[in-house]
């Protein structure tokens, strides 16, 4: 079972200089991979690892959440040991475009591929790490 924290959890950790390298953000409507961003080598702020536009889940972390839901246990922090496979989640169909349906399976066939062999890069680190 995955242990959740509430953003406000998340900020004690930023506080210390102990901000995770990646986040998933966890609602009602989906999940959302989210990693930090820093200027000039200081923490900035949480940003949407991939970059569609969605409804839901904004482009930063804070913009996202409600007051509400800055209390829940909502954002699963990823163990820097097990980066999980989250690629397939996000599907490029959400960009707009004006190609043919062909070439648009063409496209997704070859982000699949290139999701798999992430995969797979991502399963030798993983057994490295254990």
Known sequence: ???LISYYDLLKLIQDDEEPELIMLHL???SMAYQPIYDDGE???YERVVKYDSENFKTYLADTLLESQMIEPNIEIVGQQKIEKIGKHFSLHYIKTNIDEETQDEI???IN???DKIDEIIDAINELGE
Do not use: V
């Open 1 to 3: 079972m995955k242990k």
């Open 43 to 45: 923490f900035s702020h």
């Open 108 to 110: 997704d066939n070859t």
């Open 28 to 30: 009602n409507c989906g």
């Open 113 to 115: 591929e290139i999701y």
